[in-house]
């Protein structure tokens, strides 16, 4: 069965760092989303991606934050310059080609702000 | 705005016990889709049912059924004859059709702890 996977699993970075948090969405899906979850708290939405734009962000998604889809495979999130809050689990999903179709969440990159 | 609510921190239950998730939500457009994810201690989020705001339905999928209720609202959902495996936290999430990307809004979450 196709799944979402991301790299690394966990990433532990110094405060003022850039990070790049990778997936690979399911192949054939064409929407791309990352979400943050703070240890002990509920999932948050920080951006949908779509024809290689963003079609919404939160309030979250401040100038720190980037996406890009770099090929056909991968999708990324880039924090520019991290900050301890940034300490979160990171979830990437996808979903197919309808407004009704579900999202598959992959695995969750841990990261880790010192 | 979209906003959705789990009242239930966290529920404690005995094994083979039924247990019963509550979620209520909000939101402004005719057509959404309400989910339940699972969480268990490993971290991932797994899907485990949808439902369309235009088919109230309500259904049972092996140990799992929903109770839909547009009237008030809510999306209940319930585990049958609990299991230990199915210790995790559960979240509610609320889609809407109209929205620009289709994301999540996740309800904070309940935590269930089956107990041998």
């Known amino acids: 069965e196709p799944e979402v996977t991301q790299t690394p699993s966990h990433q532990v970075t110094q405060m003022g760092q850039e990070v790049i948090l990778r997936c690979v969405p399911i192949s054939n899906h064409l929407y791309f989303y990352w979400y943050r979850q703070i240890l002990g708290q509920k999932v948050e939405f920080l951006v949908s991606?779509?024809?290689?734009?963003?079609?919404?962000k939160s309030e979250i998604f401040d100038d720190q934050f980037s996406v890009e889809r770099p090929d056909g495979s991968n999708f990324t999130l880039k924090i520019r310059s991290t900050k301890l809050e940034d300490s979160a689990m990171y979830f990437c999903?996808?979903?197919?080609?309808?407004?009704?179709?579900?999202?598959?969440f992959g695995p969750g990159t841990r990261l880790t702000v010192l | 705005a979209q906003k959705v609510t789990q009242a239930q921190t966290e529920i404690s239950v005995v094994e083979k016990e039924d247990v019963t998730l509550d979620c209520v939500y909000e939101?402004?457009?005719?057509?959404?889709?309400l989910f339940w994810y699972k969480q268990p201690p490993s971290g991932e989020l797994v899907f485990l049912i949808r439902r369309n705001s235009f088919d109230e339905q309500n259904e049972i999928s092996g140990r799992y059924s929903w109770n839909f209720q547009k009237s008030t609202s809510s999306f209940n959902f319930t585990i049958t004859a609990s299991q230990v495996v199915d210790s995790a936290v559960y979240f509610c999430a609320l889609s809407e059709h109209g929205a620009a990307g289709n994301k999540l809004t996740f309800g904070g979450g309940t935590r269930v702890l089956v107990k041998p």
């Open positions: 939101t402004r457009d005719t057509t959404y889709y």
């Open positions: 999903a996808s979903r197919g080609t309808s407004n009704t179709d579900t999202q598959y």
């Open positions: 991606f779509y024809n290689n734009e963003i079609s919404e």
